[in-house]
Nanobody, 126 residues
Framework: QLQLVESGGGLVQPGGSLRLSCAAS????????IGWFRQVPGKEREGVSC????????TYADSVKGRFTISSDNAKNTVYLQMNSLKPEDTAIYYC???????????????????WGKGTLVTVSS
């Protein structure tokens, strides 16, 4: 059974950092493009950052450029999202997702994915 499991969310003060993890089971991540998305209740899901299967192409939403970094560890079958300089507006449920059928640009811009994780909550508040 293919699964994506997010972890690492929590409560952090503005200016703080968190690292989210997306662990895959039942399939090998390095053959998939992987993306991080976030959603606030009442708003549309937003593509935050996506990475190609080769790791050579990365995309970031303008709102997180320079603060967030996506990376992958093939040995651990895990993709990470390092989030620094967090702001209250980063508060959301963060989801990871995978696809073999879309470019990272299409994945992040249009949510073109095959599998979703269940999400992890990030709250940025003092």
């Amino acid at each position: 059974q293919l699964q994506l499991v997010e972890s690492g969310g929590g409560l952090v003060q503005p200016g703080g950092s968190l690292r989210l993890s997306c662990a895959a089971s039942g399939f090998t991540l390095r053959y998939y493009a992987i993306g991080w998305f976030r959603q606030v209740p009442g708003k549309e899901r937003e593509g935050v950052s996506c990475i190609s299967s080769s790791g050579g192409t990365l995309t970031y939403a303008d709102s997180v450029k320079g603060r967030f970094t996506i990376s992958s560890d093939n040995a651990k079958n895990t993709v990470y999202l390092q989030m620094n300089s967090l702001k209250p507006e980063d508060t959301a449920i963060y989801y990871c997702a995978s696809t073999t059928k879309a470019t990272v640009q299409a994945m992040c811009a249009h949510g073109a994915v095959d599998y979703w994780g269940k999400g992890t909550l990030v709250t940025v508040s003092s």
